[in-house]
């Protein structure tokens, strides 16, 4: 009989439970009505923008796109048309290149200017604004600055005679011109990355540093027993968006070299600007888009299940 009793009132309870749990969320939901309308313009935004071109990319990759006689769907021919193309290889090499050289060149550098920025006693808020200062450089006017420094008879060339090096044409010299290119790009973007680094140094607690200093350790080990463990994460995140974004550069490869000498410098995603916007044929560049898209997809979800615990 008690079980009995015990059995109707949980069944009782129930009933009450879910009816809480659903005025609940209704309060919840009027509480943060006006958040949630707030989003909507850019969620809106995203959407049109964002998302919408990306499907209508995937669409057109199976279609010939003519603007005065219309569209003509062609199947998979524009895939067709880019896999048998040999500079689909030669961009997909420059490419892997390019953002090898963006690792070994320019991807510590922010990990370092934000460590050592970190640690300066005085002076840290005129340092952080001049190592961002490049950054803000408009792109044309970098591109003239580098191209005077990397000049045979400009500053660079000129410093390296003094200790009587011969001058290199580090733009037109096909062993130079890429490693050329990473250099200008670390020292324009690398302000933008160091201030992400130095948020994720500073909020690093300062007590495990006066532990780590009352035992006797030193700088160094500081830096590698707390600092770097703790950016782990960051530095992975980091590293995700640095090869999502050297795959999609072309910027400074069209500007500076149009993808010369020797298309050295003609990289995958230059390779689709000039199928769509030089040769005018949009079907295949969009396919080009497309396997990118496939491509930079798969890396997203493994960055996600490799960080799947901090979310």
């Given at each position: 009989m008690e079980e009995t009793?015990?059995?109707?009132?949980?069944?009782?309870?129930?009933?009450?439970?879910?009816?809480?749990?659903?005025?609940?969320?209704?309060?919840?939901f009027k509480k943060y009505m006006w958040g949630y309308l707030f989003l909507v313009p850019v969620v809106v935004i995203f959407i049109i923008f964002l998302w919408v071109p990306i499907f209508k990319g995937i669409v057109y990759s199976f279609y010939n796109i003519d603007f005065v006689k219309g569209n003509t769907f062609v199947g998979l021919e524009n895939y067709k048309t880019i896999l048998s193309n040999p500079d689909l290889m030669l961009s997909i090499k420059n490419t892997l290149y390019y953002m090898l050289l963006a690792l070994i060149i320019g991807f510590w550098v922010p990990i370092a200017a934000?460590?050592?920025?970190?640690?300066?006693?005085?002076?840290?808020?005129?340092?952080?604004?001049?190592?961002?200062?490049?950054?803000?450089?408009?792109?044309?006017?970098?591109?003239?600055?580098?191209?005077?420094?990397?000049?045979?008879?400009?500053?660079?060339?000129?410093?390296?005679?003094?200790?009587g090096v011969e001058s290199v044409s580090f733009v037109s010299d096909s062993r130079f011109s890429m490693i050329s290119l990473v250099t200008m790009e670390t020292w324009q973007q690398f302000g933008s990355a160091m201030l992400i680094y130095l948020a994720g140094v500073l909020s690093i607690p300062k007590d495990w540093?006066?532990?780590?200093?009352?035992?006797?350790?030193?700088?160094?080990?500081?830096?590698?027993?707390?600092?770097?463990?703790?950016?782990?994460?960051?530095?992975?995140?980091?590293?995700?968006?640095?090869?999502?974004?050297?795959?999609?550069?072309?910027?400074?490869?069209?500007?500076?070299?149009?993808?010369?000498p020797n298309k050295v410098t003609m990289t995958y995603a230059l390779l689709t600007v000039k199928y769509a916007f030089t040769?005018?044929?949009?079907?295949?560049?969009?396919?080009?888009?497309?396997?990118?898209?496939?491509v930079l997809s798969v890396l997203g979800i493994l960055q996600f299940r490799m960080n799947r615990e901090e979310y």
């Amino acid at each position: 009989m008690e079980e009995t009793m015990v059995s109707v009132g949980k069944i009782q309870k129930e009933p009450k439970r879910k009816a809480g749990n659903s005025l609940k969320r209704t309060s919840n939901f009027k509480k943060y009505m006006w958040g949630y309308l707030f989003l909507v313009p850019v969620v809106v935004i995203f959407i049109i923008f964002l998302w919408v071109p990306i499907f209508k990319g995937i669409v057109y990759s199976f279609y010939n796109i003519d603007f005065v006689k219309g569209n003509t769907f062609v199947g998979l021919e524009n895939y067709k048309t880019i896999l048998s193309n040999p500079d689909l290889m030669l961009s997909i090499k420059n490419t892997l290149y390019y953002m090898l050289l963006a690792l070994i060149i320019g991807f510590w550098v922010p990990i370092a200017a934000s460590i050592a920025i970190s640690e300066l006693r005085f002076f840290q808020g005129f340092v952080r604004i001049a190592a961002y200062l490049p950054y803000v450089v408009p792109g044309v006017v970098l591109y003239g600055l580098w191209r005077w420094m990397y000049d045979p008879v400009g500053p660079i060339n000129a410093f390296l005679g003094l200790f009587g090096v011969e001058s290199v044409s580090f733009v037109s010299d096909s062993r130079f011109s890429m490693i050329s290119l990473v250099t200008m790009e670390t020292w324009q973007q690398f302000g933008s990355a160091m201030l992400i680094y130095l948020a994720g140094v500073l909020s690093i607690p300062k007590d495990w540093y006066e532990a780590a200093e009352i035992d006797g350790a030193g700088v160094w080990n500081r830096i590698r027993y707390i600092t770097i463990p703790s950016l782990k994460s960051l530095i992975i995140l980091m590293l995700i968006l640095q090869i999502i974004g050297t795959s999609q550069a072309y910027q400074s490869q069209l500007a500076m070299l149009d993808g010369g000498p020797n298309k050295v410098t003609m990289t995958y995603a230059l390779l689709t600007v000039k199928y769509a916007f030089t040769q005018l044929n949009y079907g295949a560049g969009t396919a080009l888009g497309v396997l990118m898209f496939i491509v930079l997809s798969v890396l997203g979800i493994l960055q996600f299940r490799m960080n799947r615990e901090e979310y």
